[in-house]
């Protein structure tokens, strides 16, 4: 079975979210052998940007509060209670640097042993006509993930497989559904829906 995973995968297993769980038995479930983990280039370059820009708003976020209790530690009163705010502006800090090197551990686990649809010149041209308003109107992030996966799926012609994400909002559209349909690719809009397809096959 081929596994198609986008951005969103990487992200739940890098901030440790709701669904991580089931997207490390999917990870551990391709590492065995069990299935084939298929993810567009992009997909592995917009988590590294997203973590660069998410740790600079929290850096300036904790130059400002350390600014802020600069000032309130002159007032006598409130000198207790800013112990526990000065936990909340280091853990800006470590919260960085403990998602940066998880991103760094996962990305390893990808390139190891998932397969990367590189980002084409054809997957760039494709990527454009799904963003047009009579089109799928996707946005350019989602057109690149959706060009790319379609572009594997005519390549390889899988007999069973399925596209997981949790942009469900953005590929619920008929069209889409259908068009993964055709080459026998099921869309999943939750990780834990996924693993649970995943084992019943």
């Given amino acids: 079975m081929n596994i198609y995973i986008e951005t969103n995968f990487v992200l739940e297993l ?3 979210q709701e669904q991580a769980k089931s997207c490390e038995q999917i990870l551990q479930f391709c590492e065995i052998g069990q299935a084939r983990l298929i993810i567009p280039a992009y997909s592995l370059a917009e988590p590294h ?3 660069v820009r998410q740790g600079k ?3 300036e976020l904790q130059q400002k ?3 802020e209790l600069g000032q309130l530690r002159r007032t006598a009163s409130y000198t207790e209670r800013i112990n ?3 936990d909340i502006a280091n853990l800006l800090i470590q919260s960085i640097e403990e998602e940066q090197k998880r991103f760094v551990q996962y990305r390893e686990k990808f390139l190891k042993n998932a397969e990367i649809i590189p980002m084409t010149a054809d997957i760039l041209k494709e990527a454009v006509t799904y963003e047009k308003p009579d089109s799928y109107s996707l946005t350019p992030q989602d057109a690149l993930v959706y060009a ?3 572009f594997h799926l005519r390549q390889e012609q899988p007999q069973k497989a399925c596209f997981l994400n949790r942009n469900f909002k953005d590929f619920d559209i008929p069209d889409i559904i259908n068009e993964l349909n055709q080459f026998n690719c099921r869309m999943i809009a939750r990780f834990d829906q996924g693993w649970d397809f995943i084992q019943a096959q």
Avoid: P
């Fill in 148 to 150: 790319s996966i379609i």
């Fill in 14 to 16: 890098v901030f440790q």
């Fill in 65 to 67: 509060l350390i600014t």
């Fill in 57 to 59: 708003i929290r850096k």
């Fill in 49 to 51: 940007e997203k973590l």
């Fill in 84 to 86: 526990s705010i000065q």
